[in-house]
């Protein structure tokens, strides 16, 4: 079965800094996705970045990149120049691509970030 | 365009009622997921819809628990005799396709007194 860790229950940067959320996962599967997930305290969850394992290439969408290492099963995410609106919980998810595979994501506990002024 | 729709928002229930939780999919999202968040166990998996059928229901924690989706799109899960645990944040979420990008609900918190 596939697990995945967020070690850091919260975390706090200042305003324009730079902070880096880590994820590890287990899996025995070779074909799979990551994604980070955002909560507000809206509840609305808000995909941030996808990561397909196939791809050597690390994601990045604007402020945001991740650093995957597959072999260490590790999917941190980075998000640079901090903005107050980045205030919020921080999900990562796994998702199996194996034949017959239905997309459940299987997530993380979640990593509540606070941007400070 | 509009986004995944759940309703309600947030639903008091007193102990062994009977709820209906509501989602409303992106028009021309083919799959369709539920996911219970809770603070003692996390967001966790309960269903899966690819059309009106549910090819994975491996997820839902009792049989108290069941789920439906007619014509494609709307999907009502349904919570029979509630017991306190069941407390918790449903989220809904579609996808174009399975095995692709999801799109979440704002969630329905149900309390369970």
């Known amino acids: 079965a596939q697990t995945v860790t967020q070690s850091q229950p919260e975390m706090s940067v200042q305003e324009a800094e730079t902070v880096t959320l880590s994820c590890t996962y287990d899996?025995?599967?070779?074909?799979?996705?990551l994604f980070w997930y955002k909560q507000p305290p809206s509840r609305q969850m808000i995909l941030v970045i996808r990561?397909?394992?196939?791809?050597?290439q690390n994601a990045t969408e604007n402020r945001f990149s991740v650093n995957f290492q597959k072999a260490a099963k590790s999917f941190s995410l980075k998000i640079s120049d901090s903005q107050l609106g980045d205030t919020a919980m921080y999900f990562c998810?796994?998702?199996?691509?194996?034949?017959?595979?239905?997309?459940?994501?299987?997530f993380g506990q979640g990593t509540t970030l606070q941007v400070k002024p | 365009g509009a986004g995944v729709s759940q309703s309600p928002s947030n639903k008091v229930t007193e102990k062994g009622k009977d709820v209906e939780l509501r989602c409303d999919p992106i028009?021309?999202?083919?799959?369709l997921y539920w996911y219970r968040q809770s603070l003692g166990q996390g967001l966790e998996f309960l269903i899966y819809?690819?059309?009106?059928?549910?090819?994975?229901k491996s997820g839902l924690p009792s049989d108290r628990f069941s789920a439906e989706r007619t014509g494609g799109s709307v999907s009502t899960l349904t919570i029979q005799r509630t017991q306190q645990e069941d407390s918790a944040v449903y989220l809904c979420?579609?996808?174009?396709?399975?095995?692709?990008?999801?799109?979440f609900g704002p969630g329905t918190r149900l309390t369970v007194t």
């Open positions: 028009s021309g999202h083919t799959a």
């Open positions: 979420a579609s996808s174009l396709v399975t095995v692709y990008e999801q799109y």
């Open positions: 819809f690819q059309g009106n059928s549910a090819p994975d």
């Open positions: 998810a796994f998702m199996n691509l194996f034949s017959g595979n239905t997309g459940k994501l299987i």
């Open positions: 899996t025995s599967e070779n074909n799979y996705y």
């Open positions: 990561q397909e394992a196939y791809k050597q």
